[in-house]
């Protein structure tokens, strides 16, 4: 029991650090979070964040007040909704807004990506320009079908910079490892009339139809940072492997099975690692040349030792 | 609050690093769980290249195995069931030494006095020295940089693991250094005998897998020295989301 009890004054000094400069009663606050946690068995995070969020609104504060600064985020770090970052991007494209709610909308993008963002109309901002560069403060993250946006709300700040920021380049390099594979991959046929991959002979489109044989891997390239969804065609696929569709046939011949060829593509491609060099699309990342790795890898290990050196020497190990 | 379903990185760790992890982080119950790392990786996934030590059915005939992998810094245990369909099917034709590369989720069994991580692999596949080297220096730059975060102590999930594991930076700047000595030092054997880029994958896995192997005992060795809290573990302790079995010949190894 008094386990529990220090552990609730612990969250409550939690709690209090964000409102320091208001004048909160502490004995409320471990109230609500004992009911909670004790009580309702809330996990202690939710706990501490639904009381947080109960202060804020008591107090008709808003969250930049408390927490301060959201931290500066790049584009690419954005991963979940309802987080207030701050952002410094250039408005890469304006769009016309649809609804009476919204003052703007469009795309704004930093080095690392793009973005969609919401002006709501109440939150009174000054408009921002095409081709101009922002920091756009104490923004939050919001998921709208599926995909992450940002929105401005009356707490957010808009400010002009000097500074040119860049957007993301056209065509990048990845090296990283193909450390999944996914459906529809392997030895397909598609719908001569549309193009579609087709399963059991039947088009989404077309119903019954005549098609053909195709090479495709559907997979997920991984640099340890950042994953690029990627699709290698057969081209790519025999530079890579040897197999195309000639030998996917002579593969199926011997085996009695289609599986068979996309088992055989999966021995020689996952978990290895390629430079890929392309495009980023909607969702996929264009390939538009694929190789693997040239096993040079041992001629950096050199630079590392140099750095893990200096690094110590910093310590004094 | 409502999550992004976005696809969890597979972030590089050595299993020395991956061994000593054991704290947990979750934002709330509909985001994904992370496990913290000492030098402050936070990790749902991993990409690991490693030495299949071996592999062992849990319980006869239960198809669940565990299997042991090895990198040059140490040794993580994974385990492999009928919920890892890919990785199952995949590791009913591999024999131990072999090199595999593994993505992996990770898993953290808590007892009431100690933590013990394993890590449940979703794709496995047999692989090659070239692919291994280039997991051992992308892993190493990956910790360096980490590291250097966590001397800066800027962001806060280095602050965190400082908190948590009070993380000594030598020992992990040792660690690398291993890990890319023992990489380099075998690329020189190779040239040294003329055989450079022509050496072939059997013969280089081979001698690879053994060489690690000699390098994985020294190093349970040290780390029966460091951390003999594990053979306290009470087994009664850990409850098995999975299947129940006994952990008990995995933690006198150990």
Sequence with gaps: MAEKEDRIKILTERVLSRFEDYDINPKEVSKRLSLLINEFKVPEEEAVRTVTNYIIKELDISPSETFGESPIKSISELSRSGEWVTLKVKVFQLWDADSPNVSQVGLIGDPTGIIKFVTWAKSRKPEVEEGRSYIFRN??????????????????????????ISLPPREIEVVGALVAIQQNSGFIQRCKTCNRVIKKGICAVHGKTESYDDLRIKGVLDD?????????????????????????????????????????????LLGYYFRVRGSRGNRYFIVREIEAIDGKAVEFADSVLKEIESLKKEIGV | MDTFQRREVAKRVFAYELSKSTYTTSEGDRTPKYVLTPTGEKCNRVFMVGVLLDKEEVKPDSNFWRIRISDPTGVVTGFVGRYQPEALEALGDIQPPVILSIVAKLNIFEGETSKFLSIRPESINVTDTQTRDYWV???????????????????????????????????????VEKAVTVIKEEAEIFSEEGRGD???????????????????KTEVGEARIE????????????????????????????
């Design chain 2, 137 to 175: 220096i992308e892993t190493a730059k990956h910790t360096v940089e980490r590291i250097k975060r966590l001397m800066d102590g800027a962001d806060e999930d280095t602050k965190l693991a400082k908190d948590v594991y009070m993380t000594d930076i030598g020992e992990y700047l040792s660690m």
């Design chain 2, 227 to 254: 951390s003999s809290e594990i053979e306290d573990i009470d087994l009664e302790d850990f409850e098995f989301e999975e299947e129940e079995w006994d952990l008990s010949d995995i933690l006198e190894e150990e």
């Design chain 1, 224 to 268: 340890g940072m950042n994953f690029y969804e990627v699709i290698l065609n057969e081209e790519n696929l025999k530079s890579l492997t040897g197999i195309g569709v000639e030998e996917a046939r002579e593969i199926v011949k011997e085996s009695l099975d289609r599986e068979s060829v996309l088992e055989e593509l999966k021995k020689r």
């Design chain 2, 198 to 216: 022509d050496r072939t994958d059997d013969i280089a896995d081979e001698s690879a897998g053994l060489k690690e192997t000699e390098e994985v």
């Design chain 1, 139 to 164: 923004v939050v993250t919001d998921s709208y079908g599926g995909r992450i946006q940002v929105n401005i709300n009356r707490n957010s700040e808009i400010i002009e910079i000097d500074e040119d």
